[in-house]
């Protein structure tokens, strides 16, 4: 598949942050030509900087929200890979007029910008957020629920933006609903640090990680090289009848976030056998956390050959090599 992309150019969105940076790298190592746009309000420069010397890498600074810096960084490509948003249901809580201003403005000027530049395909971050209130389990990409967050809200809106924009200016789409992914180079810092990152380094400093809960929610995390193995094949597939539709990006199993921090536990001590002992403490839910959720990536695999490779405990044992080595 990388032979239908080896002499095109993809401007990869949020370059900078944890699952854009991861995406830059696998395609500068394939020697295809990146571009980068981030504004580095979550994305970190240090993700990029060992790519800043490559000559098919290049960086734009700029913010989605301004559509003259999308369509300059559309100029001459091929497919986008838009990663740019901001994450996070209790920032949209507590802030729900910025997440929308990222969320929808800026993803609606990157689709006009997209369309204006006659680029082939754009390939979006959808979020299983979208299932909202919806209890069935697994999750199916043609049942939703009722939103629960603002971010939630926003991220349902770039589909139905997407859906438009194809039926109105024939701008081929793919939308990826991300499941908890994780991996290295996600933030452990900050107020809305992912909740794997956020535990790895409380155990490393042997601290108590806190649970939302009594720890029987569950979620299908999701290894980082899974998720650059889906872009990739929504940006090569052949295969009309995949396009134009959303995709569930996850590996297809669920796990309690007890059995997480187990797992934790387990890989970390062998680095240090003393974060055996860190005790787990509890307090209550968070407000807009949904209690389960469980991907079927039937369809992906069906329309897009996916594979995942990953299970949580290979990207557990991944990511917790990764951290060690880099938050020493």
């Given at each position: 598949?990388?032979?239908?992309?080896?002499?095109?150019?993809?401007?990869?969105?949020?370059?900078?942050?944890?699952?854009?940076?991861?995406?830059?790298?696998?395609?500068?190592?394939?020697?295809?030509?990146?571009?980068?746009?981030?504004?580095?309000?979550?994305?970190?420069?240090?993700?990029?900087?060992?790519?800043?010397?490559?000559?098919?890498?290049?960086?734009?600074?700029?913010?989605?929200?301004?559509?003259?810096?999308?369509?300059?960084?559309?100029?001459?490509?091929?497919?986008?890979?838009?990663?740019?948003?901001?994450?996070?249901?209790?920032?949209?809580?507590?802030?729900?007029?910025?997440?929308?201003?990222?969320?929808?403005?800026?993803?609606?000027?990157?689709?006009?910008?997209?369309?204006?530049?006659?680029?082939?395909?754009?390939?979006?971050?959808?979020?299983?957020?979208?299932?909202?209130?919806?209890?069935?389990?697994?999750?199916?990409?043609?049942?939703?629920?009722?939103?629960?967050?603002?971010?939630?809200?926003?991220?349902?809106?770039?589909?139905?933006?997407?859906?438009?924009?194809?039926?109105?200016?024939?701008?081929?789409?793919?939308?990826?609903?991300?499941?908890?992914?994780?991996?290295?180079?996600?933030?452990?810092?900050?107020?809305?640090?992912?909740?794997?990152p956020l535990f790895v380094k409380q155990f490393i400093n042997h601290e108590s990680p806190i649970i939302n809960g009594d720890g029987s929610y569950s979620r299908?995390?999701?290894?980082?090289?899974?998720?650059?193995?889906?872009?990739?094949?929504?940006?090569?597939?052949?295969?009309?009848?995949?396009?134009?539709?959303?995709?569930?990006?996850?590996?297809?199993?669920?796990?309690?976030?007890?059995?997480?921090?187990?797992?934790?536990?387990?890989?970390?001590?062998?680095?240090?056998?003393?974060?055996?002992?860190?005790?787990?403490?509890?307090?209550?839910?968070?407000?807009?956390?949904?209690?389960?959720?469980?991907?079927?990536?039937?369809?992906?695999?069906?329309?897009?050959?996916?594979?995942?490779?990953?299970?949580?405990?290979?990207?557990?044992?991944?990511?917790?090599?990764?951290?060690?080595?880099?938050?020493?």
């Amino acid at each position: 598949m990388i032979e239908h992309i080896q002499n095109k150019t993809i401007l990869v969105t949020g370059g900078a942050g944890f699952i854009g940076s991861n995406l830059c790298e696998f395609l500068l190592k394939k020697n295809i030509k990146v571009v980068c746009l981030d504004n580095f309000s979550t994305g970190k420069r240090k993700n990029i900087e060992p790519f800043l010397q490559e000559k098919h890498f290049k960086l734009i600074e700029g913010d989605i929200r301004n559509l003259d810096d999308c369509n300059k960084a559309c100029k001459n490509v091929d497919y986008v890979l838009h990663q740019a948003a901001l994450g996070s249901v209790p920032r949209s809580i507590k802030d729900p007029i910025t997440t929308n201003d990222v969320n929808v403005s800026g993803f609606l000027n990157m689709l006009v910008a997209a369309r204006d530049a006659q680029v082939s395909r754009f390939v979006y971050a959808a979020s299983s957020s979208t299932y909202g209130d919806h209890e069935a389990l697994p999750k199916v990409e043609e049942v939703i629920g009722n939103p629960l967050s603002p971010y939630a809200i926003t991220k349902y809106v770039n589909e139905l933006y997407a859906d438009i924009f194809k039926k109105t200016y024939g701008l081929d789409t793919i939308g990826l609903r991300y499941f908890n992914v994780f991996g290295k180079r996600q933030d452990p810092d900050g107020a809305y640090a992912a909740v794997i990152p956020l535990f790895v380094k409380q155990f490393i400093n042997h601290e108590s990680p806190i649970i939302n809960g009594d720890g029987s929610y569950s979620r299908d995390f999701t290894y980082i090289d899974n998720v650059v193995q889906m872009n990739l094949l929504a940006i090569t597939t052949n295969n009309n009848a995949a396009l134009n539709t959303v995709y569930n990006v996850a590996y297809g199993d669920r796990t309690t976030l007890l059995e997480l921090t187990t797992l934790l536990k387990e890989h970390l001590s062998n680095f240090d056998d003393s974060i055996k002992n860190v005790e787990i403490k509890h307090r209550e839910n968070r407000v807009g956390d949904i209690p389960h959720s469980l991907a079927s990536v039937d369809k992906a695999k069906k329309l897009l050959n996916y594979n995942p490779k990953f299970n949580i405990n290979d990207g557990i044992k991944e990511a917790v090599k990764w951290y060690w080595n880099n938050l020493q």
